[in-house]
């Protein structure tokens, strides 16, 4: 059984590293087309942004299915999230711009889409650091609210996709309704969980609750 | 595309890349002869050179300037009439119908009036101009694109002092082009404008062709505009009417969004697009570990333009 599931997780490691290999051919095979400096800040945001909603999928899917023991899950394609915005941020930074720092200086501050990407990545980058056992034993009850934040992440990268196109919008908004599918079954579960509650209370004591809240 | 060639060859399982070349001559040659009605024996006598390999270079091109692979200005196209990524116009676009072509010129002119393609082409020599194109997407290239100026053909007409504005309008054939069969995005057919004084600049050209050859169609055959000191969207394709007008005529970006894409739309670092940046462009054709080009003031024509614009505020008048 154990053997199994190391199996699996092993498995899911060298599965979530297919996109890159894609890429590394593109890249040696000339696939990447004209622009291809566009076509890889484009594959590899892509990636950080799927496995950005995968992981926030694992919850839901975890909930429907009830199979529990899926949190490592989350935590291995969070870091996959992190791991591709690190490569399109390094891509960024070393293979287009070259790190002409004064370029990048007057491209962030003018380029909103940008800014957008940044809190994103800022976000990911601290939920990835802190991602391990240990650092969840040391931030005690304040990792979990730090860890909320992938919500705005997602909500950043969202906008960080939809404000760089001049106005084909069917992809980003393929990404849009599914972020939405998976925040609105959230949604729906606190606010049954919250229905849930305010039957099982004494209705005096559940208005100071909700005012607590 | 290889494994295509090899297809189209029946009986030989390696294709000799010279042969893949004069084949593509050959059909643009072939297509161009019935565009322009050149002699056949022309093109065949000489199929492995394009076909207006010898036009004269223009005194305004920038013969210093290194163009950009045609395999990368014909595969990256902004049409949206076929579709709205760059790579699907190159296929799409071969259903435009583009023979018989003619252009209507209009509005504040002496002498308004249709004329043949082939009529404009033969009244019209054709010169060789190396251009800068920069596109709003902050990416851009180097065409040798082959045309005329666009202030010739105009004159022909003999424009009425009336005429304050240029409005260029491409072709509506919706049954071949999906966007516009489907009413995608922008308001079709989509058209574009210059003031008088920009249109009859002798930098701005009318291009049937480009890298010595007759314009594939998915970038903007038979005859399109070329404005290198704006961004690209205002280098309409497959133009059809002309007309000069005593007012400004909306351009089909300005229409989109208006704060977006300004009717002048020069090209200028300072004044940023207002989701990003307009300091740096990637130049199509360099590689990676490559710095962007910092973007010139007008696309680097300055020197030539600067005048038309010398009372107005850029910045306002984006």
């Given at each position: 059984?154990?053997m199994?599931i ?9 599965v979530?590293?297919i ?8 890249i040696a095979?000339?696939?990447l087309?004209?622009?291809?400096m ?6 590899l945001?892509d990636?950080?942004?799927r496995f950005l909603?995968?992981t926030?999928?694992?919850?839901p ?5 009830k199979?529990?023991?899926?949190t490592?899950?989350?935590?291995l394609?969070?870091?996959?999230a992190f791991?591709?915005a690190s490569?399109?941020v390094?891509v960024?930074l070393?293979?287009?711009?070259v790190?002409a720092w004064?370029i990048?200086?007057i491209?962030i501050l003018e ?11 800022i976000i990911?980058?601290s ?11 040391l931030?005690g009850k304040?990792w979990?609210k ?6 705005i992440a997602a909500g950043a990268?969202m906008?960080?996709?939809?404000w760089q196109l001049k106005?084909?919008?069917a992809e980003?908004?393929?990404y849009?309704?599914?972020i939405?599918?998976l925040l609105g079954f959230?949604a729906v ?8 509650s305010?039957m099982?209370?004494p209705?005096?004591r559940a208005?100071?609750d909700?005012e607590?809240? | 595309?290889i494994?295509k ?9 390696i294709?000799d890349?010279?042969?893949f070349q004069?084949r ?5 040659a072939m297509a161009?002869m019935m565009l322009?009605?050149t ?10 050179k394009?076909i207006w390999?010898?036009v004269?270079k ?7 300037l ?5 395999d990368a200005?014909?595969?990256y196209?902004?049409?949206y ?7 699907d116009p190159?296929?799409?676009a071969?259903?435009l119908?583009v023979d018989?072509w003619?252009?209507?010129i209009?509005?504040?002119v ?15 020599p054709l ?6 194109f920069r596109c709003?997407?902050a990416?851009s290239?180097?065409?040798p694109?082959v045309?005329f100026?666009?202030g010739d053909?105009?004159?022909?007409a003999k424009?009425?002092s009336?005429?304050k504005?240029v409005k260029?309008t491409?072709?509506?054939q ?9 009413n ?11 003031r ?8 701005t050209i009318?291009?049937a ?11 903007g055959a ?5 404005v290198?000191?704006?961004y690209?969207?205002?280098s309409?394709?497959a133009?059809?009417k002309i007309?000069?007008?005593?007012r400004p005529p ?5 229409k989109?969004?208006?704060?977006e894409?300004g009717f002048y ?7 940023p697009?207002p989701?990003?940046s307009?300091n740096s462009?990637?130049?199509l ?6 710095p962007?080009?910092?973007t ?5 024509y300055g ?5 038309l614009?010398?009372?107005m ?5 984006f």
């Amino acid at each position: 059984m154990i053997m199994q599931i190391n199996n699996l997780r092993s498995l899911t490691i060298a599965v979530c590293f297919i996109p890159l290999l894609w890429v590394v051919f593109d890249i040696a095979f000339d696939n990447l087309g004209s622009n291809q400096m566009q076509a890889l800040h484009i594959r590899l945001g892509d990636w950080a942004l799927r496995f950005l909603w995968i992981t926030l999928a694992i919850t839901p899917v975890q909930t429907v299915t009830k199979w529990r023991g899926m949190t490592e899950y989350r935590q291995l394609f969070g870091l996959y999230a992190f791991f591709y915005a690190s490569l399109h941020v390094l891509v960024y930074l070393a293979v287009d711009q070259v790190f002409a720092w004064r370029i990048i200086g007057i491209d962030i501050l003018e380029s909103s889409y940008i800014w957008f990407g940044l809190i994103a990545y800022i976000i990911v980058f601290s939920l990835g650091i802190t991602s391990s056992k240990a650092s969840k034993k040391l931030l005690g009850k304040s990792w979990k609210k730090l860890h909320r934040f992938i919500y705005i992440a997602a909500g950043a990268a969202m906008i960080h996709y939809f404000w760089q196109l001049k106005g084909n919008l069917a992809e980003p908004l393929f990404y849009l309704l599914l972020i939405f599918m998976l925040l609105g079954f959230r949604a729906v579960i606190w606010f049954k969980n919250k229905q849930l509650s305010q039957m099982m209370i004494p209705k005096g004591r559940a208005s100071t609750d909700t005012e607590s809240d | 595309m290889i494994i295509k060639t090899i297809k189209n060859i029946p009986g030989s399982e390696i294709t000799d890349p010279l042969v893949f070349q004069q084949r593509r001559t050959l059909i643009k040659a072939m297509a161009a002869m019935m565009l322009t009605g050149t002699s056949i024996r022309t093109g065949w006598a000489d199929s492995s050179k394009p076909i207006w390999s010898a036009v004269p270079k223009s005194r305004l091109s920038a013969h210093e300037l290194v163009v950009t692979p045609a395999d990368a200005t014909e595969n990256y196209n902004n049409y949206y009439e076929f579709a709205f990524n760059k790579e699907d116009p190159r296929s799409l676009a071969q259903s435009l119908r583009v023979d018989p072509w003619s252009v209507e010129i209009g509005g504040e002119v002496e002498k308004p009036g249709t004329y043949q393609l082939e009529d404009i082409l033969s009244q019209h020599p054709l010169q060789e101009y190396i251009y800068r194109f920069r596109c709003v997407e902050a990416w851009s290239m180097v065409v040798p694109w082959v045309g005329f100026s666009l202030g010739d053909l105009l004159k022909t007409a003999k424009p009425l002092s009336s005429a304050k504005f240029v409005k260029l309008t491409s072709v509506h054939q919706p049954d071949s082009m999906p966007k516009q069969r489907n009413n995608g995005m922008l308001d079709w057919p989509y058209v574009e404008g210059l003031r008088i004084d920009e249109a009859m600049h002798p930098l701005t050209i009318l291009a049937a062709g480009m890298y010595g050859n007759i314009l594939p169609k998915q970038n903007g055959a038979p005859l399109r505009l070329v404005v290198p000191w704006k961004y690209g969207f205002k280098s309409i394709k497959a133009v059809v009417k002309i007309e000069l007008l005593k007012r400004p005529p909306i351009s089909s970006w300005n229409k989109f969004a208006p704060n977006e894409y300004g009717f002048y739309a020069n090209v200028n670092p300072d004044v940023p697009h207002p989701r990003w940046s307009q300091n740096s462009e990637r130049l199509l054709g360099s590689g990676f570990f490559t710095p962007r080009r910092q973007t010139e003031l007008f696309n680097g024509y300055g020197e030539q333009v600067a005048h038309l614009y010398r009372d107005m505020d850029l910045r306002h008048f984006f």
